[in-house]
Structure formats: C-alpha cells, structure tokens
C-alpha cells in the first residue's frame, strides 16, 4: 500500500467541505468512507472534483444499472483492479446482473447479445480510446445518444480510477473478502 487511508485524526474541516453535498453523511466520516474515499481524501481537492463525476456515473447516469455495471465490472476486471471488482460485483447483484453474467465479464461468454456489445465497446474503449462506427452503431441500437456518452464516460472514469487504486494501493476491505 503506497496510500494508506487518511486517520481518523486527520480528517480535518477541508475533508469534509469536499465530502459535504456529494456523498451521505454515513459516508462523510473514516469510519464509514471506506479504504477508497479514506484513500482519496489525502488530497481533499482532487477527490471533490472527482466525485461531482463519481456521482454522477455511479447514481444519476441514464445507464441502466444492470449495463452500469456491466462495463464497470469488465474495466476492473481488464484493469486487474481487486478494489473495484469487489465492490462492483456486490452493485452487479443489487442491480440484478446474474452470476454467469458476473462471470462473462471476466471473459466469460455472456448469454446476451447486448451484453457482448457492452463489453466489446468496453474492450475497444479501454483498447484505443474510441469506438469504431460499426461499434458507435451496435450501441446505438440499444442504446440513446445520453447513454452511449454515459457508457463512454463510465468505462473512461473507471479506468482512471482503477488506475488510481492500484497505483495507491487501495485494499478491499477486511470484512468483504
């Protein structure tokens, strides 16, 4: 771990005027932040500017949240991001992904069609940062023009993210492993 997570004791006002507005207030504290949150605090700035994107990916997105997670899953999984495929497969379940749907996102064969454009955009994104036109036309039809810059959006901040998180070391949690 290059980043542990802020002390308690050093959660100071600028920490909270970041977290203030953007998250719950269950959520605003080290105890319930997370290895993650806690982690980001550390630099109080970057972490309010990213969560107003954070929170709209993760809960005002137009994604399904079924297709939300999907991509997410398939950037942690490509990313070799442990932190972020825990927390994410936990979210899969909630938003009703089955657990063979889980489990294409690891390269599996998904038993959709949709989902096999979800996670071929997701790869392609994640490959070159872009979409061919047949793959912009395959989302296109599933998809409106607010979903697919979501999709675009979502595989692009979660692979920064990720990026982040193993590059800090964030850990999983002790009580999800």
Not at 29 to 47: I, W
Request: glycine share 8%.
């Amino acid at each position: 771990m290059r980043l542990p997570p802020l002390p308690a004791d050093q959660w100071d006002e600028q920490v909270q005027r970041a977290l203030s507005g953007l998250l719950p207030r269950d959520r605003q504290n080290p105890e319930g932040a997370g290895n993650a949150l806690a982690t980001l605090v550390r630099h109080p700035d970057l972490t309010k500017a990213y969560l107003s994107l954070g929170v709209h990916l993760l809960f005002r997105s137009t994604l399904p949240a079924r297709v939300r997670e999907l991509a997410i899953l398939r950037v942690a999984h490509r990313r070799g991001c442990a932190y972020e495929w825990a927390h994410h497969v936990e979210m899969a379940g909630e938003s009703g992904v089955s657990a063979a749907d889980i489990a294409a996102a690891r390269g599996g064969i998904p038993t959709d069609e949709f989902d096999r454009v979800i996670f071929d955009a997701t790869d392609e994104l994640d490959t070159t940062s872009n979409l061919s036109d047949s793959s912009w036309a395959a989302l296109g039809a599933h998809l409106d023009e607010r979903q697919c810059m979501d999709l675009v959006f979502t595989v692009g901040g979660y692979g920064m993210l990720a990026m982040a998180f193993n590059t800090f070391g964030v850990e999983v949690e002790q009580t999800e492993r």
